[in-house]
């Protein structure tokens, strides 16, 4: 399994980014992804979460900003990113958790880096 996150960049506060993954490996449609961010000198947090049935969780500070979609046909899932902050600056990393059975295994891709200025 591979997630090739891209996307990233600077942007003034204010303006817009939009992320993508790219998934080999997995079906994005019959699985759970996500996108997680790190931020300098902090853990890694939750941004948004998308099940394969097409529910959403958003992270308090990007609810109303940030929304996740999935391209089946592409097999992958893209973040787009409106009112950019200057505390929304982190490496986003893609996620997929992958269950079989009753194994579960998480896949990260390599993350992209967004930097906004204020």
């Known amino acids: 399994v591979q997630l090739q996150a891209s996307g990233g960049g600077l942007v003034q506060a204010g303006g817009s980014l939009r992320l993508s993954c790219a998934a080999s490996?997995?079906?994005?449609?019959?699985?759970?992804m996500g996108w997680y961010r790190q931020a300098p000198g902090k853990q890694r947090e939750l941004v948004v979460t998308?099940?394969?049935?097409?529910?959403?969780n958003y992270a308090d500070s990007v609810k109303g900003r940030f929304t996740i979609s999935r391209d089946n046909a592409r097999n992958t899932v893209a973040l787009e990113m409106n009112n950019l902050k200057p505390e929304d600056t982190a490496v986003y990393y893609c996620?997929?958790?992958?269950?079989?059975?009753?194994?579960?295994?998480?896949?990260w891709g390599q993350g992209t880096l967004v930097t906004v200025s204020s």
């Open positions: 996620n997929a958790v992958v269950a079989t059975g009753t194994h579960v295994q998480v896949y």
């Open positions: 490996g997995i079906i994005v449609s019959t699985n759970a």
């Open positions: 998308f099940t394969h049935t097409g529910s959403t």
